[in-house]
């Protein structure tokens, strides 16, 4: 019998991934994978469609509800992935609505900056792009390259919009504490991304003092001996394990959906905590 498999961690167009919705469900439901998460970065608004597609289609397909929360520690860009917490949440809906509202701000400050570099963007094109997304500038990059101003992605990061580039705009960001505080009171379980990418003992033990519940093991930027590291690690502070492939469709074309085997055992734990949780309180 083939190991169930799950991917927690996928993009879609509502963030910076090129793949829609459907697409995505549609490649989940055929590899088979058993449960997926779609974690869009600050933005929730692909899991209905989701949900609604998997209906549709009758899939043997568990979703749960996420998002990947962008937050800045000191100097670090550090990522929080939410999961099975409430959507309908209103006070999480709020939150998210105004990082939405900061990114669309950004944007256009981002188009500002690059008019004054003799290049002339339209929001509309760029909120086109971004499908009614958060807008990223990813989306800004492809309306670049459609306008012929850059050759391709790449070179728009590299001559306007990465950092210290002359259209480089930064974040509205929160802190992590706040991110594991906005996934709480929203019933959900906070899981630091990636985490062999910048996870020392101190912020570990800082992040669980913030009540971080698990962390992000199984990743395509990890190595084995990163995998097995982070393993023992988890083990030995009693957190979850989760993980997932990453992909972003075409956007990052080295790792696709269930291209990272996670085990479904991990999942189990995952609801396991959730229900001790729930008989707690
Ligand atoms: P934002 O959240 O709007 O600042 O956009 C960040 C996203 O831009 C990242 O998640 C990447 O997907 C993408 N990105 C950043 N730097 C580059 C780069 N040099 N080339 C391509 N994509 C990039
Ligand atoms: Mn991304
Ligand atoms: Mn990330
Ligand atoms: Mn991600």
């Known amino acids: 019998m083939k190991a ?5 961690h996928i993009h879609s167009n509502y963030s910076d ?5 459907e697409e995505i469900i549609d490649i989940s439901a055929s590899i088979p994978l058993k449960v997926i998460s779609i974690t869009d970065h600050d933005t929730i608004d692909g899991i209905n469609p989701a949900r609604n597609h998997i209906i549709k289609k009758q899939y043997p397909l568990d979703l749960i509800t996420g998002t990947e929360l962008s937050s800045k520690y000191g100097n670090l860009d550090v990522h929080i992935l939410g999961y099975c917490f409430n959507e309908e949440d ?3 809906t709020k939150i998210l609505k105004f990082y939405k509202e900061k990114r669309e701000e950004r944007a256009y400050k981002i188009i500002d900056k690059l008019s004054d570099n003799g290049i002339k963007l339209t929001i509309e094109l760029v909120k086109s792009l971004a499908d009614g997304g958060s807008i990223g500038r990813p989306h800004i990059a492809r309306a670049l390259v459609q306008s012929g101003a850059v050759e391709n ?9 990465g950092y ?4 480089y705009v930064p974040k509205e960001k929160m802190t992590p504490e706040q991110a594991i505080q906005y996934i709480h009171q929203a019933g959900g379980i906070a899981v630091l991304a990636h985490s062999g990418r910048y996870l020392t003992d101190n912020m570990l033990n800082e992040f669980i003092t913030f009540g971080l519940d698990g962390i992000e093991v199984y990743h395509p930027i990890h190595d084995n001996k990163t995998t097995y ?16 492939s990453d992909s972003h469709g075409l956007a990052k074309s080295d790792t696709y959906i269930g291209s990272i085997a996670v085990p479904y055992l991990f999942y189990e734990k995952l609801l396991d905590s959730l229900k001790e949780r729930k008989d707690k309180s």
């Open 17 to 21: 991934g090129t793949q829609d919705i």
């Open 164 to 167: 210290f580039r002359p259209a």
């Open 229 to 244: 590291n982070l393993l023992k690690k988890a083990k030995e502070n009693s957190l979850l394990v989760t993980g997932g």
């Open 4 to 8: 169930d498999l799950i991917d927690l």
């Open 90 to 92: 209103e006070q999480f």
């Open 153 to 161: 992605i790449e070179e728009a990061f590299s001559r306007y919009l």
